[in-house]
């Protein structure tokens, strides 16, 4: 399964970084320049506008910046919160911005979510530079002798078929392959040396990957503690464990379920009609047969 998954990862890796190459000048024609608004220095001075800080860095793939903002956030209201968290956040409203709740414990908890899907995503992010440079080596070799997009795509794909599927590989595909390594002058062991590369790295990104994750989980897990109401973080919670489960116990896909269940219990006692219904659909592309839905189908029928 571990061979699996890095021939995997190595056929989509080589194949995103030669995609990036292709589309690069298209998409550097459609930028569009938007006017910067400044973000304030503290927390405190503007929470909405900070707010929105945090939320544009999360957008913007700017984990780093997002993580900074909002642990200094964090580290501002936390005095308040032990004073009296059900108290009002200072300057909650600014200009025509405003926060949608200003109770202390309300704020805290919301920025530990968005802390929280700040480390998710980074982890999801995560990719090495090393690999990368690696393939694009890899392609400039190729280019030289006259290999193109598809060409190159074609060989990794028959030597990734080759290795996970050797008796599937027919005569035709083999002489396709022999053709396509003479063209391009290699043997099969630089190949198996790429692959190698890739699995340390991968090995490497996947042991910070997994460190983000439980960070992220740490601060889910904090968020709805502070505020148990917080539909949100409940269902960003079921959002990273559902998005891991996939290559872990069943123990990760009920924890998963029942934070939706948690999730959706709270919205429809809020009314929220449509995030209810979301949080439903999610669940059941999870499991359609989720025990969970049944509890929530009772109490629709109760």
């Given at each position: 399964m571990k061979k699996l998954t890095s021939l995997l990862f190595l056929s989509i890796l080589i194949l995103a970084t030669l995609s990036a190459g292709l589309y690069a000048e298209e998409k550097g024609k459609n930028v569009h320049r938007k006017s910067e608004i400044v973000c304030p220095e503290k927390f405190l001075k503007n929470p909405p506008l900070y707010f929105y800080c945090i939320y544009?860095?999360?957008?913007?793939?700017?984990?780093d910046s997002g993580i900074k903002k909002a642990e200094e956030a964090l580290r501002e209201i936390e005095p308040l919160y032990r004073k009296n968290p059900g108290a009002k956040v200072p300057n909650a409203k600014a200009g025509n911005a405003r926060l949608k709740d200003d109770r202390i414990y309300k704020v805290k908890s919301d920025l530990h979510m968005l802390l929280?899907?700040?480390?998710?995503?980074?982890?999801?992010?995560?990719?090495?530079?090393?690999?990368?440079?690696?393939?694009?080596?890899?392609?400039?070799?190729?280019?030289?002798?006259?290999?193109?997009?598809?060409?190159?795509?074609?060989?990794?794909?028959?030597?990734?078929?080759?290795?996970?599927?050797?008796?599937?590989?027919?005569?035709?595909?083999?002489?396709l392959y022999s053709?396509?390594?003479?063209?391009?002058?290699?043997?099969?062991?630089?190949?198996?040396?790429?692959?190698?590369?890739?699995?340390?790295?991968?090995?490497?990104?996947?042991?910070?990957?997994?460190?983000?994750?439980?960070?992220?989980?740490?601060?889910?897990?904090?968020?709805?503690?502070?505020?148990?109401?917080?539909?949100?973080?409940?269902?960003?919670?079921g959002n990273l464990l559902s998005g891991i489960s996939e290559e872990s116990t069943g123990e990760d896909s009920e924890a998963a379920e029942e934070a939706y269940y948690k999730a959706a219990l709270i919205l429809k006692k809020k009314g929220d009609k449509t995030g209810y219904k979301e949080v439903v659909k999610k669940l059941k592309l999870l499991n359609p047969e989720s025990r969970y839905l049944k509890l929530l189908k009772g109490k629709e029928d109760a």
């Open positions: 544009s860095d999360y957008h913007n793939h700017k984990f929280g899907m700040l480390y998710f995503k980074k982890a999801m992010n995560l990719k090495s530079s090393k690999e990368k440079k690696a393939f694009m080596d890899f392609e400039k070799k190729l280019e030289k002798k006259g290999f193109n997009y598809f060409e190159t795509a074609e060989l990794m794909n028959l030597y990734i078929m080759k290795k996970l599927f050797p008796e599937a590989f027919d005569e035709k595909q083999k002489e053709k396509l390594l003479k063209k391009a002058g290699i043997a099969e062991k630089e190949l198996d040396r790429l692959y190698e590369e890739t699995t340390k790295e991968e090995e490497k990104i996947n042991e910070e990957r997994y460190s983000f994750i439980s960070r992220a989980m740490k601060e889910f897990q904090t968020a709805v503690k502070v505020d148990p109401d917080n539909a949100i973080a409940y269902y960003q919670m």
